[in-house]
């Protein structure tokens, strides 16, 4: 299992291209708050994108308190830290710079990385953001928070499922966005069918969602000058349109690009339409080559 190694704490990745493989670009894509690697693995294939395999060295890593990664001191539990992570992920890599993206969490992660480190990032893919300067939304937060309280109760096991089906919380998420609803159920979902995820569960899920984004505030993205994308949709309350249009707002080259709301029934339209987006803009912006070219 590829691990290293920040401040003492071990930490899972992946990579997905040959040993012998000579690519011109290198991509850090990550999971958000409660995934692995295998959500941003779902994304990025020569098919969708365009891109030949070739063309890039694509890497996840499991953030510390998710998947394979260890937890670590659970104060030290925060976006600049995992911004951090990163860091110290690149420096594992031998990259002096990368294309640095994610989705939700790993979004607000890419953007401390490009604020404090600019020259450590080639491209910026921001998809679906959750944080801006601050923390999540309200909504969000008190949704994290209600599944980190069912998992730290003494009955967990068997009263946690039925406790948040008949939470309002929950109830308010499937008549708004079945989506989002759906990620809910999953964060718990996780804990129940891996016990030895609960206390890292409930560790992320009540302090992630509390960690500011930017510490400096929006007005420090102007310090990132690398082309960055934005992908966002309406009508999701965890990760709010205008948190994407603020963060567009303020970025000084960036393009900001309205995708259709997820389903939850079927997200093969989503990682099509997200993936095609991202390899236009990787084009354009990086001149890669094409896939069957």
Not at 66 to 94: K, M, Y
Not at 97 to 121: T, W
Not at 265 to 271: E, S
């Amino acid at each position: 299992m590829p691990v290293y190694q920040n401040n003492g704490v071990r930490l899972h990745y992946i990579s997905r291209h040959t040993p012998d493989q000579t690519a011109q670009e290198s991509i850090i894509f990550q999971h958000g708050i409660g995934g692995d690697v295998r959500q941003p693995g779902r994304f990025l294939t020569p098919e969708r994108t365009g891109i030949r395999a070739e063309a890039l060295n694509i890497f996840h890593a499991d953030f510390r308190g998710h998947g394979r990664s260890e937890l670590g001191p659970v104060d030290n539990l925060t976006i600049a830290t995992l911004a951090g992570d990163l860091v110290a992920f690149c420096d594992h890599l031998g990259l002096q710079h990368a294309i640095v993206g994610g989705i939700s969490l790993g979004a607000a992660v890419a953007l401390r990385l490009a604020v404090e480190h600019p020259h450590r990032c080639r491209a910026l893919i921001i998809s679906r953001p959750a944080w801006t300067a601050g923390p999540i939304n309200t909504q969000a937060q008190r949704a994290y928070t209600l599944v980190a309280d069912l998992l730290a109760a003494d009955d967990w096991q068997s009263s946690a499922s039925d406790a948040l089906e008949q939470s309002e919380v929950l109830q308010s998420l499937d008549a708004l966005c079945p989506d989002a609803a759906k990620s809910l159920r999953g964060q718990l979902r996780s804990a129940l069918d891996s016990h030895e995820m609960r206390d890292r569960a409930i560790a992320r899920l009540r302090q992630l969602p509390f960690s500011t984004g930017l510490g400096d505030g929006v007005a420090s993205l102007s310090l990132v000058s690398c082309p960055t994308l934005i992908l966002a949709a309406e009508g999701d309350p965890f990760h709010p349109f205008d948190y994407a249009c603020c963060l567009a707002n303020a970025l000084p080259n960036c393009r900001l690009e309205q995708i259709a709301p997820k389903s939850a029934i079927d997200d093969r339209p989503h990682l099509e339409e997200v993936d095609k987006r991202i390899g236009r803009f990787l084009q354009s912006q990086l001149d890669l080559p094409k896939d069957g070219l």
